[in-house]
């Protein structure tokens, strides 16, 4: 019976221990890493290092030599080949406004971006002032698409785990697929888990 008793009693602390919380704001550059798992601070880290790199060669300036112009981006498809859930979205806008911030080039819509606009100027047609319509088959074609993935390798023991993310990223001409830039970056994450003894 007195087993009984303080179990229940071990597994009444546990969880008013585990049901009260706080919540406190903190600034979003604060690097925050609490499960070990890719996070906003790796998407950021990680696509401006990338992009960093990316445009310290010499395809922009080689494209605007030679066409008086910055370079025309779009994003592609960034594939989560890794063992957990990713928001590629949020790595592929980080991706954006790193290249953007940089001067050096410029963005075309992607294609999850376009349908929506597309069906604006077509209501516009429609609906709106001919003085105000924006015209169809007007839009600027990418000179280049920058597409790649994220993998990652988890090796577990009992409390100690090691994650590693590998990040590939590839600059395509859009017409003639030559790859023009391929980056790589690594970030590798131990967490170490502490066991709870009552």
């Known amino acids: 019976m007195k087993n009984i008793l303080t179990m229940t009693v071990s ?7 585990c049901a009260c919380g706080s919540v406190k704001r903190i600034d979003p550059e604060e690097q925050v890493d609490l499960s070990g798992k890719w996070n906003d601070t790796d998407s950021r880290m990680v696509s401006e290092a990338m992009i960093d790199d990316a445009l310290k060669q010499r395809w922009t300036g080689d494209f605007s030599s030679r066409k008086f112009r910055n370079p025309v981006v779009i994003v592609g498809q960034i594939r989560n080949m890794t063992h957990e ?3 590629t979205e949020t790595f592929t806008k980080d991706l954006e406004r ?9 963005f075309v819509a992607a294609k999850n971006e376009r349908g929506e606009i597309r069906e604006e100027r077509d209501d516009q047609a429609a609906n709106a002032l001919p003085s105000t319509v924006k015209k169809n088959r007007k839009e600027i074609g990418a000179d280049f698409i920058l597409s790649g993935t994220i993998n990652s390798i988890v090796d577990k023991a009992t409390q ?3 994650i590693y993310y590998q990040v590939n990223l590839e600059i395509i001409d859009m017409e003639s697929n030559k790859k023009i830039w391929i980056g790589e970056k690594k970030l590798k994450k131990r967490v170490k888990w502490q066991s709870v003894n009552f």
């Not at 597994?11 to 221990?17: E, G, K, N, Q, R």
């Not at 790193?98 to 410029?106: E, F, I, R, Y």
């Open 98 to 106: 790193a290249l953007l911030n940089s001067g050096k080039v410029d």
């Open 160 to 162: 100690d785990t090691v």
């Open 11 to 17: 597994a009444i602390l546990v969880f008013m221990l």
């Open 85 to 87: 859930h990713i928001s």
